[in-house]
């Protein structure tokens, strides 16, 4: 089998991938951001590239339909707002997901040939807050790191960075390193503990949005120890001193820790020179998020540990092409190539590059804003690319009525159900990753190709090809006949070289005469120049600022909700719900509570708990761990309507956002907490799709079909019906089991004598192993013993899945350790668990410690 080298569709780390057409995945040994090594997800890859579920064909109204009316029906609406309510009555929604090369071409007909600006995209949620913190500090939006630094630092700060579950590679990189060298520190800053904290030396376990307060107390007291660079301050920086007095005016312990914990940690700072401090979406979904980014920049600056080896700052991207999204100048605010929408001099350039009609001269809508305007009726078309808002946006059930407001409204997708495509009047199919060409830029500026190995399915097309064609339907042919990526890439770089009279960080020139097909890994500007190392910066007068910023004052709350991802979840699930494995981690929406608040509810493991908030609410398995800290409650991402109507965290979350980067505060918000009490419990496993109608609905893959997690308000009065509607099994042949002294009740459903369904219910939630219950599916077991939920004697239940990669369960785990298996490499010579990917590692050392409180649903 031949392996094609292309880069994982995940997350910003960015690691190379051997891909074969078979399903074939490894890590590509030769490519530096990984060395081969892959986290469960990019393991999982070849699981999710089958055609189940994809969208095959152009879609008007329900109707599947040609390329030629779809595109002509896209190419009029748009034109149509455009005539009769001008260029900024529509918009495009895109995201860092998209190729670079569909999202250049996706701008330029935005900014350039519609000329407005709005288009915004994705990573307004995701990034926005630290390329706002870069600008008001560099001048620019350069991420100066590089990953060999995380190797080379002595002190890593990890700062709202989930990096065991969201980052992997990157987190097995540093374990790694630190292994080699146990005086490496690691300090985790996070208000809970997760997986992460497993590798620190020091948990600070922060109140929410405490950070400001927190850097800020770091600064006063590098100053007062007498840790300010001087001489680098002195000729490469601005604003120290109003800096380092705003910083004074904060009192560390708002920060929610105690003085000697911020005693500890501050002197650890000061007396380490190789620092890096790591940081994601704790510090990025803030209200504040700019002025954390530049609370931690500010030390940096301050003493000088920025753009040396095994030192500074590090905005690790979440996206695998949130980079070249910002680099091609995706987001509303900003023009192309990391020039200035607010220059007159770059508006000029860029069009007469581009040859274009018009050029926008505002910034356009940022996302959350664009999504009102869509509820407002402003917006008359909309584009919705590679994303799935209905889900993603904080307040989504308003976005999802914003979306419905809109007269016109596009997705493209590979997928054809999702929340958002459920709004849409046209879908167009494109080809997903596997099957598309392109780049992407990772967190450490390094251009990767992804390159297709599988046939184009059904009609689905490129999308720099469907955006292009409907440019040249709205009459911009010329500018917009590219035939291939590279074609597109070449005039991306070209564009740089042709305004390399504005100075700024970004650089293409190494790209100038590469061969795109054959083209390796390579960083830009090249990959050996280190930013900043010269105390070079992007301001007018070369020097960097350091920015003054205030702690906010914290309102207290009975619960904030802190919101987040899971370790084998990508988002909205599109993709990585298709593997049973990767479902199997953690297979329901839950709520983790701390056990005091538990007790305060009344909440025991297993119940369920109504959350709200002003703007809704869900119902989530409740998951109490001392892992969370009292009076905050954390809650996944993941689940959607289409999965979990009940389990979508973003009906709670409000659109409240940071007044410099328009990022939305996604974690931390005004919620309440009850335990729902429904009639009944339910567990469901079938061969096929279940529906979600009942009041409380989790589905997920298995290796044998799907299974639900369920209960209702109303007992039924039929079991076998309800059991019938719910896996839409009208020909089974149904046996039912009542106990009506407990009131559980039992149904199993045979057909062509192998079991296709297995029910349970009963008042209180169902203790059962899921496993041992999901694994009869498809077997001729006797009813009687499949209705006892007792796996047969040559299969011992396993329970729930801790490792992805070989599908080894908690028992399992646990009858090794109680035979002996002590340590990590134990349990992996015992069982394989964490001998591939490493994912589970930290999780490993939880259940070696017996700290793991057991999984609700168990
Ligand atoms: N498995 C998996 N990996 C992913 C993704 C995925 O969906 N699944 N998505 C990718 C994307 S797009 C992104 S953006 C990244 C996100 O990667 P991360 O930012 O690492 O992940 P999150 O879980 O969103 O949040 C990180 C942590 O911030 C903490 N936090 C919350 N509030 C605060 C606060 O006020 N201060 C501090 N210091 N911390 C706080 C949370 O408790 C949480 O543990 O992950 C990428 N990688
Ligand atoms: N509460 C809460 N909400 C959050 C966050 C949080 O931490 N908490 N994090 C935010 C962040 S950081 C992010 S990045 C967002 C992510 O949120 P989204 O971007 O909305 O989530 P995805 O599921 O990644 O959506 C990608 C969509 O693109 C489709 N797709 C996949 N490949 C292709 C392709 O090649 N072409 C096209 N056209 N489509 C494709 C997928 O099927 C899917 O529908 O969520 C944000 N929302
Ligand atoms: S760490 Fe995992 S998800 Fe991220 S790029 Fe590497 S393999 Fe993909
Ligand atoms: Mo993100």
Redesign the pocket.
């Known amino acids: 089998m031949s392996l094609t080298r292309t880069t ?1 569709p ?6 190379g ?1 051997l891909a074969g057409a078979d399903g074939t995945i490894k890590g590509d040994p030769d490519h530096p ?2 060395f081969g090594r ?2 469960s ?2 393991t999982a890859l070849g699981e999710t590239i089958d055609l189940d579920g994809r969208l095959l064909n152009p879609k008007v109204n329900g109707q599947a339909t040609d390329w030629d009316s779809a595109l002509d029906l896209v190419a009029r609406k748009f034109s149509e707002a455009i005539a009769d309510h001008g260029p900024d009555s529509v918009a495009f929604y895109a995201s860092g997901q998209l190729l670079t090369e569909d999202y250049y071409v996706a701008n330029k007909l935005m900014k350039g040939f519609i000329g407005s600006a709005n288009i915004d995209t994705n990573s307004r949620l995701c990034m926005a807050s630290s390329v706002a913190g870069h600008k008001r500090a560099f001048g620019t939006d350069t991420v100066p790191g590089t990953y060999e630094d995380l190797e080379k630092a002595d002190l890593i700060v990890l700062v709202g960075s989930n990096l065991a579950w969201c ?4 987190y097995q990189r540093i374990a790694a390193a630190k292994e080699v060298r146990p005086e490496m520190r690691v300090v985790n800053i996070d208000p809970r503990r997760t997986a992460t904290t497993d590798l620190a030396d020091t948990h600070l376990q922060i109140a929410p949005d405490g950070d400001v307060a927190l850097f800020n107390g770091l600064l006063a007291h590098l100053a007062d120890v007498g840790a300010l660079d001087q001489e680098f301050t002195a000729n490469h920086v601005n604003g120290l001193e109003n800096t380092v007095q705003a910083a004074r005016a904060s009192a560390p312990t708002a920060s929610g820790l105690t003085p000697s914990e911020l005693a500890a940690f501050y002197a650890l700072w000061a007396g380490t020179q190789k620092v890096v401090t790591i940081y994601s979406q704790g510090v990025n979904q803030s209200v504040c998020g700019t002025d954390k980014v530049n609370a931690i920049l500010n030390c940096h600056l301050a003493t000088g540990r920025i753009g040396k080896p095994g030192c500074g700052p590090f905005s690790v991207t979440g996206q ?1 092409n949130a980079m070249g999204g910002r680099e091609v100048g995706g987001l509303a605010n900003m023009l192309a190539n990391h020039l200035e929408l607010d220059n007159a001099d770059h508006r000029d350039a860029v069009q007469a590059f581009w040859d274009s009609p018009a050029i926008c001269n505002a910034p356009g809508l940022k996302a959350v804003d664009l999504f009102q305007a869509c509820a407002d009726g402003k917006i008359k078309a909309l584009w919705v690319m590679s994303t799935n808002p209905a889900v993603s946006l904080p307040d989504a059930d308003g976005v999802a009525a914003a979306i419905s407001k809109v007269p016109f409204v596009v997705t493209s997708d590979i997928m054809e159900k999702t929340d958002t495509n459920d709004l849409a009047h046209v879908l167009l199919p494109t080809t997903g990753w596997g099957e598309k060409d392109g780049t992407v830029t990772n967190s450490e500026r390094r251009i990767s190709r992804q390159r297709a190995f599988l046939p184009i399915p059904g009609a689905a097309r490129p999308d720099w090809q469907i955006i292009s064609d409907v440019a040249t339907r709205m009459g911009f042919g010329s500018a917009f006949a590219f035939e291939k990526p590279a074609d597109i890439f070449a005039e991306y770089v070209a564009l740089d070289a042709a305004t390399s009279q504005f100075p700024r960080d970004l650089d293409l020139s190494i790209f100038g005469d590469a061969d795109y097909a054959a083209l390796i890994p390579t960083q830009w500007p090249t990959n050996t120049r280190r930013f900043f190392a010269d105390g070079q910066f992007y301001h007018p007068d070369g020097k960097a600022r350091m920015i003054p910023v205030k702690a906010p004052t914290l309102t207290q709350t009975r619960f904030s909700l802190n919101t987040g991802r899971n370790r084998d979840q990508w988002h909205t699930m599109t993709r990585s719900g298709k593997s049973a494995r990767l479902g199997a981690h953690l297979a329901e929406p839950y709520v983790e509570m701390h056990p005091d608040d538990a007790v305060a509810i009344g909440a025991s493991p297993g119940d369920l708990i109504t959350v709200e908030s002003l703007y809704g609410h869900t119902i989530l398995r409740a998951l109490i761990t001392p892992r969370a800290a009292a009076g905050q409650l954390f809650a996944p991402m993941h689940w959607t309507r289409q999965r979990s109507p009940s389990g979508l965290v973003n009906s709670m979350t409000a659109s409240v956002t940071d007044p410099i980067s328009g990022q939305p505060a996604l974690k931390s918000g005004a919620v309440t907490a009850q335990v729902y009490k429904p009639k009944w419990f339910g567990f469901l496993a079938c061969a096929s799709t279940p529906a979600t109608q009942t009041p409380y609905t989790a589905i997920a893959r298995t290796q044998t079909g799907w299974q639900a997690e369920l209960a209702g308000s109303k007992r039924p009065a039929d079991w076998e019906a309800e059991v019938r509607a719910l896996t839409g099994m009208a020909d089974g042949i149904a046996s039912v089991q009542t106990d009506m002294g407990s009131g559980t009740v039992r149904v199993a459903f045979t057909e062509g004598g192998v079991i296709s369904a297995l029910f349970f219910a009963s008042p209180s939630p169902v203790v059962i192993s899921r496993r041992t219950v999901v694994d009869l599916i498809g077997t001729d077991i006797a009813t009687s013993d499949a209705l006892a939920g007792r796996p047969a004697a040559d299969m011992p239940d396993a329970g729930p899945t801790v490792c992805a990669c070989f599908n080894v369960g908690r028992t399992t785990l646990l009858n090794a350790i109680s035979q002996g298996a002590g340590s990590l490499a134990a349990l992996g010579d015992k069982t394989c668990a964490g001998t591939n990917c490493g994912s589970c590692k930290p999780e490993l050392t939880a259940l070696l410690a017996e700290a793991q409180l057991p999984m609700a649903a168990e």
């Open positions: 994982c995940y997350c910003g780390v960015g690691c991938v951001a990984n892959l986290c997800k990019g980052h992997p590679v990157l695998p």
